[in-house]
C-alpha cells in the first residue's frame, strides 16, 4: 500500500491514527497543498478529486475517502475493532461518526475555509475553484459552537464518544477538535467532559504517528 497523506491537513490526520492503530505502516508519500500538488496531472490520476488522504493498494486501486478506506482497513486488520463487532456498536459508531462529519467537520471547514486569506479562490477542496463567502463562514463558526456543546454533552453520557470503547467515531472527533482550533473554536472551559475525554485519547501512542 501507499498512502498519500499531508501532514498539515485534518483529513489524511484521520487515517495516519488509524493505521497507527491497525498497526500497519505503508509507504507514505507527503503531498504537500501549499504548493497545490493535490492539482498536478500525476495527483489526478490517482484521484481526480484532487484531495487527500488517498490510499492507494497494491494492485492499482485507489481508495480516496476515509469512510471507504475505514471501511478496508478494518477488513484488512478487524483487530483492534474501530468500527465496531456488534450490531448496536456497529450502527451507533456509524451513526456518532456521521454527525462529527455533518455537524463538526463541515461547519469548522466553512468557517475556515471562506474566511482564510490563503483559501481565497479555493473555498471548497477539488478540482473546481470557488470564491468564498463569508455568510458561510459566521454561520459555520455559529453550527460550530453548537457542535461542541453537543459532543460535551454526549461525554457526560458516555466515556468515548460511540460507546464504552475508543473507535473511529473518537479519531474524527479528536481531528476535528483540533481542526477548529484554527478558526479558534473547540473546548471551552465549561466543557470539561471534553476535556476529560480529549485528555484520555491524546495519550494514545496512535495520536503522535
Known sequence: MRFYDCRTAPSPQRTRILLAEKGLTPETIEVDLGKAEQLSGDFRRL????????LELDDGTCLTENAGIAAYLEALVPDPPMLGTTPEEKGLIASWNARIEMEGFMPVADAFRNRTKGMIGRAITGPTDYEQIPELAARGQARGIEFFDMLNERLGESEYVAGAAFSWADISAAV??????WVKLGMTEEHTN?????????????FSA
Open 47 to 54: 484521484n481526480p478529486r484532487c484531495t487527500v488522504p488517498v
Open 176 to 181: 476535528v477538535t483540533d481542526f477548529a482550533k
Open 194 to 206: 471534553t476535556k476529560r475525554w480529549y485528555d484520555l485519547v491524546q495519550q494514545r501512542p496512535s
